[in-house]
């Protein structure tokens, strides 16, 4: 992944019509910025082959930057979200990956082309967000980059003022949004739960987004949610779904009986290679694949 080196202690970019601050765990490899120009925004997933888009015309920046270790796509975009609605944003639309419409999506959005913007078609997450006050709107689109993320942020300020936007460098890992983002998008991966190939043993004793789910649950006893183990693409299906199962269920007993999830809100399935997240013709897709993901079923609202 290339950059552009390290960032430093702060970025400062436009004027006083905007004042938005955000904590960047990574390096910003990207940066424009114009005095007037038109931005898409989505709206809404993609509807009969297309996205629906609103315009939006004032002073444009642009950030892109590299992540290189983090929970998942979901945490990450989760903190951001934190950030900017700390800063007065108002999330209007989010969604993720097959929400969103998957490659019809991807493509109906404006994205720097790569390397400079790389966007992983199974798993990338997106947001748009305004600020009523400030009289601005940003959008945000985190993706799994090989074994790191990117993320490409477009702010555009009011008609008269440039965004005043201050980054600083974090190297905060964050998992603490999961709860937010199962509201919002139904799913989460749990990215730092893996499994060798043929196996279904944790391959550690300590996971920061199990305990993050564990603290949601705890907090919102009325959610309940399921686990759907997944393999890689070697062997047949039928011990393949039997392994998958057995992978989301030593998930399950890991949140009962270490982290003192109650059994009624957390269920266990598994549905073996039907549902990749990579290729299967690589090692890294193939470990990419074995995964477990939590799906929301229940919710008090």
């Known amino acids: 992944m290339r950059t552009a080196g390290p960032l430093a202690t702060a970025l400062l970019l436009g004027g006083p019509a905007l004042a938005l601050d955000l904590a960047v765990p990574g390096d910003i490899s990207f940066r424009e910025t114009s005095p007037l120009a038109v931005h898409y925004l989505a709206i809404g997933p993609v509807e009969q082959g297309a996205v629906p888009v609103t315009p939006r015309e004032g002073p444009h920046t642009r950030l892109i930057w590299g992540v290189d270790t983090y929970d998942s796509s979901t945490a990450l975009l989760s903190q951001f979200r934190e950030q900017i609605q700390n800063d007065g944003f108002e999330v209007e639309f989010s969604c993720a990956t097959q929400s969103c419409g998957g490659y019809d999506f991807r493509f109906g959005i404006e994205v720097e082309p790569a390397p400079t913007m790389f966007v992983d078609l199974s798993d990338f997450h997106y947001l748009t967000a305004t600020n009523t006050t400030d009289d601005a709107v940003l959008s945000l689109l985190v993706s799994r980059a090989g074994t790191g993320y990117m993320v490409q942020m477009d702010v555009i300020g009011g008609a008269e003022a440039a965004p005043d936007l201050t980054v600083t460098k974090s190297t905060r890992i964050d998992a603490s949004g999961i709860g937010a983002t199962l509201r919002a998008d139904g799913v989460a991966i749990l990215d730092d739960v893996v499994f060798d190939t043929g196996s279904a043993s944790l391959a550690a004793t300590k996971f920061t987004s199990l305990e993050a789910l564990a603290q949601h ?16 693409a070697e062997g047949d299906l039928e011990p393949n779904v039997l392994l998958s199962e057995a992978r989301a269920e030593a998930v399950r007993q890991y949140l009962i009986t270490k982290l003192g999830v109650s059994e009624d809100q957390v269920a266990a399935r598994g549905i073996g290679f039907l549902a990749p997240r990579a290729s299967n013709l690589t090692s890294e897709g193939r470990a990419q694949n074995r995964r477990v993901e939590v799906i929301l079923t229940e919710t008090a609202r």
């Open 217 to 232: 649950l705890a907090a919102a006893p009325g959610d309940a949610v399921a686990l759907v183990g997944h393999t890689d």
